[in-house]
């Protein structure tokens, strides 16, 4: 069965400053897609990207961007001059391209930022 | 499209009750999922759908949950009868067919079980 790792329950960063979020994911399977999610406050689910596994090239959207490391089944998000509307919880997602589409989430990453 | 609805968006109730949350994916979406979450699980997969069957419940954490989804518009997930434990937020989430495509979210029905 595969399973998504996000290791880091909080961090925090400075406004305007750089920060990454670490997962790590496990499966047997080649093709697969990865998403990160964006939890505010309001608890709505929000996609903020997404990673097919057969590309090699790196997603960006804007300010985040990911590092896809295939091998080693890590898939980062970065983001990039941070605001104050970037706090929230984030959630690093695998989608299975066999069994139906299962998609599973990770236990989530939660971001603070400091003026 | 409104998006994914789901109802009740509160719900309080005493143990042993039975409670059921609803949901009404995106039109033409054709898989559906049922998550919980809680601070010490995060966002756990109870149970998905593909064109309205169940293709993997082993996220159902025990007998006293079922879920169901009579037609495309519409599913349940029951609690009978409820504990505490059970307490939790649950989020309903419909994506369009392709395993590339994201999945759209409810607002999530926060569940509380005194």
């Known amino acids: 069965a595969q399973t998504v790792t996000q290791s880091q329950p909080e961090m925090s960063v400075q406004e305007a400053e750089t920060v990454t979020l670490s997962c790590t994911y496990d499966?047997?399977?080649?093709?697969?897609?990865l998403f990160w999610y964006k939890q505010p406050p309001s608890r709505q689910m929000i996609l903020v990207i997404r990673q097919e596994a057969y590309k090699q090239q790196n997603a960006t959207e804007n300010r985040f961007s990911v590092n896809f490391q295939k091998a080693a089944k890590s898939f980062s998000l970065k983001i990039s001059d941070s605001q104050l509307g970037d706090a929230a919880m984030y959630f690093c997602a695998y989608r299975s391209n066999n069994q139906g589409g299962k998609l599973i989430f990770g236990q989530g990453t939660e971001l603070s930022v400091k003026p | 499209d409104a998006g994914v609805i789901q109802s009740p968006r509160h719900e309080v109730t005493e143990m042993g009750q039975e409670v059921t949350l609803r949901c009404k994916p995106i039109s033409g979406h054709n898989s559906l999922f049922w998550y919980r979450q809680t601070m010490m699980r995060g966002l756990e997969l109870l149970i998905y759908f593909n064109n309205n069957v169940p293709i993997d419940d082993s996220g159902m954490p025990e007998d006293r949950f079922s879920a169901k989804m009579p037609n495309a518009s519409f599913s349940t997930l029951k609690i009978q009868p409820s504990e505490p434990r059970d307490s939790a937020v649950y989020f309903c989430?419909?994506?369009?067919?392709?395993?590339?495509?994201?999945?759209?979210f409810g607002q999530g029905t926060r569940l509380t079980v005194v």
């Open positions: 989430a419909s994506s369009f067919p392709g395993t590339n495509t994201e999945a759209f």
């Open positions: 499966t047997s399977e080649s093709d697969y897609y």
